[in-house]
C-alpha cells in the first residue's frame, strides 16, 4: 500500500516503507546504545577475579573508553541508515538494509565486546 505522488495528488508524500526502516534503526540504536553503557556502568557487583593487578575488564576506566567508541559507531550508522531511509530514493534501499543489519548485529554483540574485552582509556599514552 504504497502512496505515490500521482496517486496522493501532492508533492513529497512519503512511502511507508521509508519510515518503517528509519523505525527499525532507532529502534535498534537505543537498544545497542543502553546495552553498551549497562554494560559500562554496571548496577550491581561486579565478579572479577580477587587477584592484583586488577584485569582491565573490570576496570570501569577501560569499559568507558570501548564505550564510548562503540556509541559513535552506532550513532555514525544510525545516521547514515537515518538519512538514506528518508531521502525517498529506492535505488539506496540495500543501504539502509545494511545499516539496520549492522545495528542489529551490534545489539547483540556490543554488550560482550565492552563487558568482556580487555578495553582501553581515551587520552591514555
Known amino acids: ?20 526502516g528509519a523505525a527499525w534503526a532507532t529502534a535498534l540504536a537505543v537498544a545497542a546504545t543502553t546495552l553498551i553503557w549497562l554494560a559500562a556502568l554496571p ?23 570501548t564505550s564510548a567508541v562503540l556509541t559513535g559507531i552506532i550513532i555514525g550508522v544510525y545516521l547514515v541508515t537515518l538519512l538514506v531511509a528518508l531521502s525517498a530514493r529506492t535505488r539506496l534501499r540495500a ?25 582501553f582509556i581515551i587520552g591514555a599514552p
Open 1 to 20: 500500500m504504497n502512496v505515490t505522488k500521482a496517486a496522493a495528488g501532492q508533492r513529497g508524500v512519503r512511502q511507508p516503507r521509508e519510515w518503517r
Open 43 to 65: 548496577w550491581g557487583p561486579i565478579v572479577c577475579p580477587a587477584i592484583s593487578p586488577m584485569p582491565t575488564n573490570c576496570d570501569p576506566g577501560y569499559r568507558m573508553g
Open 95 to 119: 543501504v539502509v538494509v545494511t545499516g539496520i543489519t549492522i545495528l542489529a548485529v551490534l545489539l547483540f554483540t556490543s554488550y560482550f565486546i565492552v563487558a568482556w574485552s580487555p578495553g
